[in-house]
């Protein structure tokens, strides 16, 4: 197998490693804990203005010791509780901030727009907004929105922009999500509200946007999950084998039954490849195939340093698959010229 160094300079046309940044945009955790605390207070301000030159000069410095050329920057959602005024005020912030690291580094960073997700018809238009006036190249959003499922049908008119626009739609689980709703089960040690309940929050919004239907309604999206897909992908074979053993449980949404098998959806989404194994590599090419998946970096979080490394690491793979993960399937989802 070529080392990294052989394989980046001999794969023709690849970018090395384009990632996903899908914990916070340059930020450090302190910096969104505040934030988080003055939207929370009744009558707050809004969260102090990143010193962006200053983070993104660490982050390009992080980006070449790790062999990654671009990173898609993304903002994890901490403002679904927010008034619409206040939302819509951050999120213009935040979507502006995002450009504005950008432009400064236009070979380095491309972003996703943030959305006020809670108000579907807000969040349509800050998307349009931020592809068309910011150039942003798709939304961030977490796997739910203040317990509701992103599969409930009041968040279609976000899901219709994004299909119209055809931009990607990253979506990365949140503490607020599972995690909230059963802390009693995730108490004690070995971090299990992140370990258990982040990958479970996306292999729930995900299998109800199979099984409500939201898939078939608007077949033109195009929907990157964080961490590999959550679970689902680990145990997609369930997913079918429940639809054939009760279904009068799987009878499909209102519109009518499901246009394909459960598991047949997996390969039209993406998948970000925190999960840290070659052989968890291996196994999810194998469910979803190579050209689904892209490098995955979870900053400001420390996870993984090596997402890069995890793919020239999988067994199975050719060349030409290795420069897709590595960047070629990123850039055509976000429109960067290589």
Not at 212 to 220: C, K, N, Q, S
């Amino acid at each position: 197998m070529n080392t990294r160094r052989e394989f980046l300079e001999n794969a023709a046309g690849a970018l090395a490693g384009l990632a996903f940044v899908g914990c916070d945009l340059l930020a450090a955790a302190p910096a969104r804990a505040q934030a988080r605390r003055q939207l929370a207070t009744p009558g707050s301000t809004l969260p102090p203005i990143l010193d962006m030159a200053t983070q993104a000069s660490d982050r390009i410095r992080a980006m070449d010791e790790q062999g990654i050329d671009v990173e898609a920057l993304s903002i994890n959602a901490y403002w679904y509780k927010a008034e619409r005024d206040l939302a819509s005020q951050l999120i213009k912030i935040q979507n502006e901030k995002l450009a504005a690291a950008c432009a400064a580094n236009p070979d380095r960073f491309v972003a996703f727009a943030s959305v006020a997700l809670q108000y579907p018809d807000l969040a349509a238009q800050q998307l349009e907004d931020g592809v068309k006036k910011y150039g942003l190249r798709g939304a961030a959003i977490g796997g739910s929105v203040n317990g509701e499922e992103l599969s409930d049908p009041k968040f279609h008119p976000f899901w219709a922009k994004a299909e119209q626009l055809g931009v990607l739609v990253f979506i990365h689980p949140q503490g607020s999500g599972v995690a909230a709703e059963m802390p009693g089960r995730l108490k004690g040690n070995g971090l299990l509200e992140n370990v258990i309940g982040n990958p479970l929050e996306t292999t729930i919004a995900l299998s109800h946007l199979i099984f409500e239907g939201t898939l078939d309604r608007f077949p033109g999206l195009k929907i990157c999950a964080a961490h590999g897909g959550g679970y689902l992908p680990s145990y997609a074979g369930r997913s079918d084998q429940g639809c054939l053993t009760f279904p009068n449980r799987c009878p499909g949404p209102k519109d009518g039954p499901l246009k394909k098998k459960p598991t047949e959806y997996l390969k039209q989404l993406y998948y970000d490849n925190i999960m840290f194994t070659p052989e968890a590599m291996r196994h999810l090419v194998a469910e979803v195939g190579a050209g689904q998946i892209v490098v995955g970096t979870d900053f400001p979080y420390p996870w993984t340093k090596t997402a890069v490394d995890l793919v020239l690491a999988t067994p199975g793979l050719s060349d030409a698959e290795r420069a897709a993960m590595l960047g070629g399937t990123a850039a055509k989802l976000l429109g960067i010229n290589a």
